[in-house]
């Protein structure tokens, strides 16, 4: 464990986020929050958390967030499904994090982590399970998000050569009880389904995907932030399950029995085709883009063997996890 230190992270307000600074207080460290005047800081307040106004392209908010701090979380980017300007993908996930890091070698800043994702390493073949090692099996990316975020990958790594200790994180699907925003949309999914406003499996609900639960990504920020090889990179995931069996999951837990509608590949894409047109004609946020229901029918089935074996990374197995989620659901009564 390292000793208590002023770390500064960025997407702290976040669903990850906001465990993760949290989780950091708990650690006896003081942390510096960076965040927009519009972001939702709730489930912030401590006295050691302190938010500092910016974002990811203002240089002066960087430079005061990380004066004196020898740690630094970059967990802020562009996740959504969609943008009517499609290059803010890659102004906040690759100029962004360079700005990040340039500003941290400039403040003094020992060591970062930074939150890379699985869908850098691509689809995996069927009955494949990857891992950090495997090649992409097709160079094509299948959104504005999944390529941004690659290429931020591999510019992190030149970082990495220059001379900065920088450890990367691939998270999974993350799931679990905190901040329903649309980098929990797994747990939204869940709440849906169990009241029957999602009934569909894309492909009848067959294409593998890992689940992994947030208190295990958090723990594993910080496993990587106190263990982690300069330069290596961890899966943080969990169990590998189709989505007919995470459906299954919240089926026994819950008791009930629920609809399922099998939604052909055919009709879906005609489906987000129509979703994408309306964003592009008037401005109304998509539910699904086409470039999205390509990424759900292919399989991203990926190992943690080497975040266990290296950084003493644990799972929570997916019927834990989901039992805690949909627990939380109920007493949170949330409606989606």
């Not at 908010?61 to 499609?86: F, I, P």
């Not at 073949?125 to 390529?147: H, K, L, N």
């Amino acid at each position: 464990m390292t000793s208590p230190t002023t770390i500064f992270v960025t997407g702290g307000t976040g669903f990850i986020g906001t465990k993760l600074v949290n989780a950091l207080v708990q650690k006896g460290h003081t942390v510096r929050v960076l965040t927009r005047s519009t972001s939702n800081r709730a489930g912030l307040d401590h006295e050691r958390i302190s938010f500092v106004e910016g974002d990811l392209m203002n240089r002066d908010s960087l430079l005061t967030g990380m004066e004196g701090c020898t740690q630094v979380y970059h967990l802020a980017a562009y996740a959504k499904n969609w943008s009517r300007d499609r290059t803010v993908f890659y102004r906040q996930n690759v100029d962004g994090m360079k700005l990040v890091f340039d500003t941290a070698r400039e403040t003094g800043v020992k060591r970062i982590v930074f939150t890379s994702t699985i869908v850098v390493y691509g689809p995996t073949a069927p009955g494949v399970v990857g891992d950090e090692t495997m090649p992409r099996i097709t160079q094509r990316c299948f959104t504005e998000y999944e390529e941004s975020k690659t290429i931020a990958h591999q510019e992190a790594l030149k970082y990495v050569d220059r001379g900065q200790d920088i450890v990367l994180v691939n998270p999974t699907r993350v799931y679990g009880p905190g901040k329903l925003t649309e980098g929990n949309s797994v747990t939204l999914m869940i709440s849906m389904y169990d009241k029957g406003k999602l009934p569909v499996l894309l492909n009848r609900g067959l294409n593998i995907g890992n689940y992994v639960f947030v208190d295990d990504l958090v723990r594993g920020h910080i496993l990587a932030m106190e263990r982690g090889g300069t330069g290596e990179s961890y899966i943080l995931g969990g169990e590998n399950a189709s989505l007919k069996r995470l459906f299954e999951l919240v089926d026994e837990i819950s008791g009930k029995r629920h609809f399922q509608l099998n939604l052909p590949p055919r009709l879906a894409y005609v489906y987000a085709g129509i979703e994408q047109k309306k964003a592009e004609w008037f401005g109304w946020y998509p539910q699904i883009t086409p470039g999205w229901v390509e990424t759900f029918l292919h399989d991203w089935a990926y190992s943690t063997a080497k975040a266990e074996r290296d950084i003493g990374y644990t799972v929570t197995p997916l019927r834990e996890g989901i039992r805690i989620t949909y627990e939380w659901l109920k007493q949170n009564a949330v409606k989606p």
